[in-house]
C-alpha cells in the first residue's frame, strides 16, 4: 500500500517518505469546493472541443500517451481554476525540498489533464525521468503530482506505483508483485519522484477517470511542455511573479550549485520582457 497522509499533513514524514519510498498519497487536497470547480471548468471546456488526441510527430509517443485518452495542455488558458492546482503552495514547499539539493529553484515541467476513457489499454511502465538522458540519483530531477479528479480504483485504471525503484539499475524492469496501486478518492493527490517506475492503468470500466498530472523538474531542465508556446502573454503577466518563475519566465541563476545563468533575456531578467509589448 502507498502511504496515505491526512490534513493537516506532517510535510517532514511526507517528505522523508518520497525522498526513500518514493510516493504518498495525500487525502483531502482538494477541498470539495475546489473539485467541483476544477471538474466544472473541465466540463466546460471539453464541451466546445471535438479533438484532443496526442499529435505529435513520433508515432510510438502516441502510442505511449494513448489514443482513447484525452490530454490537455496549457491549463492556464483552458481552466480558470487551473492556478489553485498548479500553485498549491504546501506542494511547491515540497518540490522546493525535493528538488533544492541539485537546482536554486524547480519548474513546472508539464501540467497535464489526463482523462482515461473506457477501454482504454495499461500503459507503459515508465519514469518520467527517463526524459533526459540522465542517471538516477538520490535527488530526483522530476517529482510528480497527480491529482484525482474522478475516484481511482481498481477497475478504472489506478496508477500502478513501483516503491523504491529509483534507486534500482536503470535495466531491471519491474515484475507484478513490485507494484502497488494508487487508489483513492477525488479530492485527493499521489506525490511521487518521477523516477520511480509506474504506470497509467487500463481502463476497463464504464466510465472515464479523470485527473490532473503536473511535474516539476530542474530549474536547468528544458521541459516536456512549452508554456511559453501554450499561454498568451496577458496570461502569464497577470500571475505573480513566482509563478511566472515556475513556467521558466525568470532567469535560472546556478551559482549556488556551481553552474551558470540560463534563460536570459536581452542578458537580463526574463520579467523585462513583459514591459515591451
Known amino acids: 500500500m502507498t502511504p496515505q497522509f491526512s490534513a493537516p499533513y506532517d510535510w517532514n514524514a511526507v517528505t522523508k517518505t518520497t525522498q526513500t519510498s518514493g510516493a504518498a498519497i495525500l487525502s ?13 471548468d473541465v466540463d466546460a471546456y471539453l ?8 499529435t505529435t510527430s513520433s508515432g510510438s509517443y502516441n502510442d505511449f500517451l494513448g489514443h482513447n485518452t484525452i490530454r490537455l495542455h496549457g491549463l492556464l488558458e483552458k481552466l480558470p481554476s487551473a492556478p489553485s492546482v498548479l500553485f498549491n503552495p504546501e506542494l511547491l ?18 501540467g497535464e489533464l489526463i482523462q482515461i476513457q ?18 538516477l540519483t538520490e535527488t530526483p530531477c522530476v517529482v510528480n503530482v497527480i491529482f484525482a479528479l474522478d475516484d481511482f480504483t481498481l477497475e478504472n485504471g489506478a496508477t500502478w506505483i513501483v516503491p523504491n525503484s529509483w534507486s534500482w539499475p536503470k535495466e531491471r524492469r519491474a515484475a507484478a508483485q513490485d507494484y502497488t496501486r494508487a487508489v483513492m478518492k477525488a479530492g485527493d493527490a499521489i506525490i511521487f519522484r518521477g523516477d520511480l517506475i509506474h ?19 530542474a530549474g536547468w531542465l528544458r521541459t516536456v511542455e512549452s508554456s511559453f508556446l501554450n499561454l498568451k502573454r496577458s496570461t502569464v503577466q497577470a500571475l505573480a511573479p513566482e509563478h511566472r518563475s515556475m513556467l521558466g519566465f ?8 556551481h553552474s551558470g545563468m540560463l534563460g536570459l533575456y536581452e542578458n537580463g531578467d526574463p520579467a523585462r520582457w513583459f514591459d515591451h509589448s
Open 199 to 217: 504506470r497509467g492503468g487500463a481502463n476497463s470500466s464504464t466510465h472515464p477517470r479523470r485527473a490532473i498530472s503536473i511535474s516539476y523538474c
Open 250 to 257: 525568470s532567469a535560472y541563476d546556478g551559482e549556488a550549485h
Open 118 to 135: 473506457p477501454g482504454e489499454p495499461r500503459q507503459a511502465a515508465h519514469r518520467d525521468s527517463d526524459s533526459w538522458p540522465m542517471p
Open 47 to 54: 464541451a466546445e472541443q471535438s479533438d484532443y488526441r496526442p
Open 93 to 110: 514547499s515540497w518540490v522546493d525540498e525535493m528538488i533544492a539539493p541539485i537546482a536554486s529553484n524547480a519548474i513546472i515541467n508539464a
Open 28 to 40: 483531502d487536497i482538494l477541498s470539495n469546493e475546489e473539485l467541483s470547480r476544477v471538474n466544472d
